[in-house]
């Protein structure tokens, strides 16, 4: 599928944007482009940045713009990123929407489409505190909704699953504040551009997974 066109999913966490935005990237051939994930990786590999945002991601807040955009402007400029590209996480406050706006313009980019994700708080804390990780392959279960075949081990490569973190409930509330305060804005934004869509990240993955498929095919023919 041909798609220049920068994707934002936007939603508070345990919205589902990660699982959604893994199947996308895939169905559609273009990267998967979290800032958490990327944040994760700095950490676990014990860079300069990893180690400076260690402990503002362990209280949930959320990281400085200035390092958020560094990040961001460094993989938008590797060739995978030509066709498109999904954003999950990203971005989380109106300064990083505002610059994304002139680097997808600088980079050929038209207005990005944005899905938000909407979903009570009760739904997301389950969420939050069942979902387990994938250590190899960054898969996402949850040992309510989605659990693996054997518990603990990935069903797609077999590697140890973990829990991340900031999914405590104490780091939880933080980063649902973070959410509230910070991100929610964007939603006027966004809405305001008329690139705004939603869907009821409530509904099974399967559900949601047809929404975006008729959001998506909606956005190629118009
Ligand atoms: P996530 O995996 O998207 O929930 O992100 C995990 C943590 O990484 C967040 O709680 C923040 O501390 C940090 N983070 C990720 N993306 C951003 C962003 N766009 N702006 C600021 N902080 C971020």
Redesign the pocket.
């Known amino acids: 599928m041909v798609l220049k066109r920068a994707l934002i999913f936007l939603g508070p966490?345990g919205a589902g944007k990660?699982t959604q935005a893994k199947h996308i990237a895939r169905s559609c051939g273009i990267p998967h482009l979290?800032?958490?994930?990327m944040?994760?990786d700095a950490v676990s590999r014990g860079t300069e940045l990893g180690k400076s945002?260690q402990p503002?991601?362990e209280r949930?807040?959320?990281?400085p713009?200035d390092l958020?955009m560094k990040l961001v402007e460094e993989r938008l400029s590797r060739a995978d990123c030509a066709r498109g590209f999904v954003f999950?996480?990203?971005?989380?406050?109106l300064a990083?929407a505002s610059e994304l706006d002139h680097i997808l313009e600088s980079r050929g980019f038209g207005k990005p489409l944005v899905i938000d994700f909407a979903v009570s708080e009760p739904v997301l804390l389950r969420r939050l505190s069942g979902r387990w990780t994938c250590s190899v392959g960054g898969e996402i279960y949850n040992i309510y909704d989605a659990p693996p075949r054997q518990a603990g081990i990935c069903d797609l490569d077999g590697g140890k699953l973990v829990q991340r973190a900031?999914d405590r409930p104490e780091v939880v509330k933080e980063?649902l504040m973070?959410y509230e305060r910070q991100t929610k804005p964007l939603t006027d934004y966004y809405r305001r551009q008329g690139v705004l869509e939603m869907v009821d990240g409530s509904a099974t993955v399967e559900e949601v997974q047809r929404a975006l498929q008729g959001i998506l095919n909606g956005a190629r023919r118009s």
């Open positions: 966490p990660g979290s800032t958490g994930d944040f994760r945002v503002i991601m949930g807040e959320l990281v713009d958020v999950d996480g990203f971005p989380r406050t990083q900031d980063r973070a």
